[in-house]
Each structure stands twice: as C-alpha cells, then as structure tokens.
C-alpha cells in the first residue's frame, strides 16, 4: 500500500511539474532556533559541542495560491560529521524517502498548512555531531525538483536562501538564489 501511495505522488508530482510555474516567492530554508522563527538569508552557524544533538528545521516563507501549502520535495547535501538520528514531519500528512539519501517528500494530507507569522515549519532532522566542521545545505529532490504544492493543489518551484554551517572556521557566504531552471540552463 505505501509502495502505491508513493508511485502515485511521485507520478503527480513529476507530472504537474512539468506543468507548474515558478513562484519566486516560495522559500526555502533552515533554522535551528526553538522553536523556529525565521530564514536567514545570509546564511547562519550552529556550534554543538562534540556528541552533542541538535535540531535542524526546514521553514517555508511566502507562498502561492491559497496562502499556504500541501507539500514538498527536497534533498539535504550533509558535510559535518555526525549521525542524522531522525526527521520528521511535523506537517499532518505522510513523508517518503531519507533527506540525505533519496531525498524527502512530506505531505500535509487534506488540510492545507498556512505559517505562523510569516513562516512555515514544515520538518525537522535531529543531528548529533562527531567533530568534522562543515555545511548542510538544501538541494533539489532528485525526482521531483525543487517542488512544493500550493493550497489549489499547483506545484511551485521553492527558491533556496543561505545554508547552516556547523562548527565551521570561516563565516558563511550567502547560498546565491537559485531556481531549477536556472540549475538545468547550466548542463544544456
């Protein structure tokens, strides 16, 4: 059953895609506060201690119709040591796939989910680090893009703003902006 839950999401998924339209408004990003209340745009650091835990969230801002969403697809590219020790959907619907390995698609079922303020918390993926320093920044799905679905059930293309550096040396460059169509225009 989960199996054809999955093939059918995928299947609308990768289908309205095709068909969706890029929202530069919808907005990508991670937070580490408790509980979360903003993307930082430039990109920000977290310094756990060796073996210690911490939370990382992923925060929608600005959205399409509707005002609020139903879901989205997206891929963490982890560089800091550590173990990912759980995520999870804090939207009320399902979830499929790993965040690091094959990628996250989470859904808010029925309802369609609207922020708090100007924010969206849609998941959140527990770390314990083991001593190397790096990154974690939010890529596209592999299958399913850069995608989120609106309350009408249309799929927009988020846009990324910053990345978490952790216990990292040098301060943070801002991640540019970047669409998926502007990612495909660069290997045509």
């Not at 059918?8 to 990508?28: K, S, W």
């Not at 430039?42 to 959205?63: C, H, K, L, S």
């Not at 399409?64 to 939207?91: H, P, V």
Request: aromatic residues 10%; hydrophobic residues 40%; contains cysteine.
């Amino acid at each position: 059953m989960r199996s054809l839950v999955l093939t059918i999401l995928v299947g609308l998924l990768v289908t309205a895609a095709a068909v969706a339209d890029e929202n530069p408004d919808l907005i990508i990003g991670l937070d580490t506060t408790d509980p979360p209340t903003h993307i930082d745009d430039a990109g920000y650091q977290v310094t756990p201690g060796m073996n210690e835990t911490f939370t990382v969230y992923v925060v929608f801002r600005q959205f399409g119709a509707g005002g609020g969403m139903l879901g989205a697809a997206f891929k963490f590219d982890r560089t800091f040591s550590g173990f990912k020790l759980l995520q999870t959907n804090l939207l009320p619907g399902l979830d499929f796939g790993d965040v690091e390995v094959d990628g996250w698609a989470i859904t808010a079922g029925a309802e369609c989910q609207f922020p708090t303020g100007d924010i969206l918390v849609a998941a959140s993926a527990q770390y314990m680090y083991t001593g190397t320093p790096g990154t974690i920044t939010i890529i596209p799905h592999p299958v399913d893009g850069n995608s989120a679905a609106d309350c009408t059930n249309e799929l927009d293309f988020w846009e990324v703003y910053g990345h978490l550096g952790v216990n990292t040396d040098a301060p943070l460059s801002p991640v540019e902006v970047q669409t998926w169509s502007g990612i495909k225009a660069l290997y045509r």
